[in-house]
């Protein structure tokens, strides 16, 4: 048996594996009775993956005989799961700073769409943008999140609402992924508004006879991997029947179904999503009672979006209330041109304060619950043998300094670690 091993990190005040009994998710009894161990160590072995997490002493003994290519000792740090983003729009040109200024003023985002702006600006900057370009811009914003904690990514298209850009940003998604360290689910999102001069009807249209057997086509070649579709549910966008046809589409066709509901209205998207067995719906600002148990008994995740509530001064989604009724609630940082934030901790943070999330809740929610909303709780979200080696290492003695500094993730945060490699060193830069 091989005794060499990528990466031991020995001797952490605390080492937060969120759970430790194979779950795929957290509730609400869950969330709020993490597993913690103090006092411990992680072996990550040769293959990137989790080997041993236990009391330091323990680990101590069993590895005495073992080499390691890399030790951190964490003495009087923290470790933690690799933060966990369940929704991003990354890929995009163009510049909104502006809209920041009209939504100050009082201008709702509804207004900003429908005066053209919104996601329609970015649509016309986007198509104009080399592929090149938009892995530039893309593969800054993902190494930011990485610096911030984030080790697993949602990344949707979404800005071209044609087949040709849609590919072009799905493709771009693709090359990031096979060019960073940064793990990512992609999600085809070509229903994110109805394109300029096209009716809901006509734009679904060209979704379900053009882009989606395009689509099709190019992942059963092997040529492109998406693993999720995503659709805007709301008035003025896609309604609810038209929702309904490409989720539907595209979950016949192997995607994972994500996507935005009653995030300014109540669309019954909630409801519509479970019934379809959705694996998450975002937003859900105005979901309803009735939603929330359906959501609760389809198991399909809450992913809420504090920065796009706080920065629209948007009604909060009741997370409590979706707590209480059993929904699995996840948490995304809706990275995008409107909700400019690229932290988990600043949108954990959020998410206590003006969510009413306790600290631990918030943890798991960006962590195994996340990972659930992708997919992908199997392999990443917490801290056991056999799950991906992506870890974070804190400058505290307690982990919750990580959500409590508020907009401090870059003192707070000493290592970021994927497959069991240090990708981020805040003593040091790194070009990973
Ligand atoms: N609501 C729709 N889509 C994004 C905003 C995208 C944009 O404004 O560019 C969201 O999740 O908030
Ligand atoms: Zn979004």
Known sequence: MSTNHKLLVKNAKQVVLICNNGEKYLTKHGMNNLSVIENASVVIGSDGLIRAVGPAETIRARYSESSFDNVIDATGMCVLPGLVDAHTHPVWAGDRVHEFAMKLAGATYMEVHRAGGGIHYTVEHTRAAAASDLLTSLRSRLQRMQRAGTTLVECKSGYGLELQTELKMLEVIEEARSSLPINISSTYCGAHAVPKGKTVAEATEDILQVQLPRLKELMSAGRLQVHNIDV?????????????????????????????????????????????????????????????????????????????????????????????????????????????????????????????????????????????????????????????????????????????????????????????????????????
């Open 232 to 432: 805007f549910c709301e008035q003025g966008v896609f309604d609810l029947v038209s929702t309904r046809a490409i989720l539907q589409a595209g979950k016949e066709m192997g995607l994972n179904i994500n996507f935005h509901g009653d995030e300014l209205h109540p669309m019954n998207s909630a409801e519509m999503g479970a019934e379809l067995g959705a694996l998450a719906i975002s937003h859900l600002e105005e979901v309803t009672d009735e939603g929330m148990v359906a959501m609760a008994k389809a198991k399909t995740a809450a992913v809420l979006l504090p920065t796009t509530a706080y920065i629209l001064r948007l009604p909060q989604p009741r997370a409590r209330d979706m707590l209480d009724a059993g929904v699995i609630v996840a948490l995304g940082s809706d990275f995008n041109p409107n909700a400019y934030c690229c932290s988990m901790p600043v949108v954990m943070h959020l998410a206590c304060v003006n969510m009413r999330l306790s600290m631990t809740e918030a943890l798991a929610a960006a962590t195994i619950n996340a990972a659930f909303a992708l997919g992908h709780s199997d392999t990443h979200g917490s801290l056991e043998v056999n799950k991906h080696g992506d870890l974070l290492i804190l400058n505290a003695t307690r982990w919750e300094h990580l959500i409590y500094q508020l907009g401090g993730h870059q003192e707070v945060i000493r290592f970021v670690v994927i497959g069991g490699n240090v990708v981020y060193d805040n003593d040091k830069t790194l070009d990973l």
